[in-house]
């Protein structure tokens, strides 16, 4: 019981005051979705994306990595699209997003090194693929049903990072190699379901409730990566002997 509440005291220690306001920005983000109109969001949600980005660069000062501050701000630009007109600004959508996930998976690479073979046909890797082929196969199927086949293309880009970010941070988890890879885990399992729901809010259903679980998981994936590159550090490259890359 007394470690129990050391533990809480401690990390109320650590809280500051710019983390309050990143939680407020956030909360505001959900609330907005059901009291403004959706262009209206472009005003609100971006901003607790660009705390991030100030707050990941208080935590690493000098040593910050442009990939992550580059993939953010493509993420913001995305969302304004986004917000504005997803259908109309389709293609700025995508590729703003293919930026996004093309910096999170440069930003993983130095994390991820050769594990076992057997490590790579377990059952959970299986599972994995079986999930993600299956939001791919959503997302795919929606799309081609509403939207004209010219955009198909940029689509078909934007599902391909998204598989090479998904490959990534599920084989980074799997090898095991750092303590903290279920935060990684947790990042990557928020950013599929934004994923899933997106075409869902966007083509067949728009609802606000869809909206606001879209922005939760867009937001603990960004945090939670944030998490995991400043409080881990990938093993020199002379300590790996095989890498994938």
């Known amino acids: ?129 079986l999930l993600v082929a299956y939001v791919i196969f959503i997302i795919v199927e929606v799309l081609i049903s509403h939207i004209p086949n010219y955009l198909l293309y940029f689509a078909f880009i934007n599902a391909m990072c998204f598989i090479i970010y998904s490959i990534l941070f599920a084989l980074i988890y799997i090898n095991d190699h750092y303590k903290n890879g279920s935060i990684l885990l947790g990042s990557g399992l928020f950013s599929i379901v934004q994923t899933t729901l997106t075409p869902i809010n966007e083509f067949l259903y728009y609802n606000d409730t869809f909206t606001a679980s879209i922005i939760f998981s867009q937001f603990l994936s960004v945090i939670l990566l944030l998490v995991f590159i400043t409080k881990t550090k990938a093993e020199d490259a002379a300590k790996i002997s095989n890498k994938y890359f």
């Open 1 to 129: 019981m007394f470690e129990k509440e050391l533990i809480n005291v401690r990390f109320f220690k650590k809280l500051t005051l710019f983390d309050i306001v990143l939680f407020f920005a956030f909360i505001a983000s959900i609330f907005s979705c059901y009291i403004l109109d959706k262009q209206q969001l472009i005003y609100v949600v971006p901003l607790s994306i660009l705390l991030v980005i100030i707050k990941y660069i208080s935590i690493t000062k000098k040593n910050a990595n442009p990939l992550y501050i580059s993939g953010l701000l493509a993420l913001i630009i995305s969302n304004c699209f986004a917000f504005y007109g997803f259908m109309e600004y389709f293609i700025w959508v995508t590729l703003f997003n293919s930026i996004y996930l093309v910096c999170c998976s440069l930003l993983l690479k130095p994390y991820l090194f050769k594990s076992r073979l057997k490590s790579l046909i377990s059952l959970s890797v299986l599972l994995a693929f």
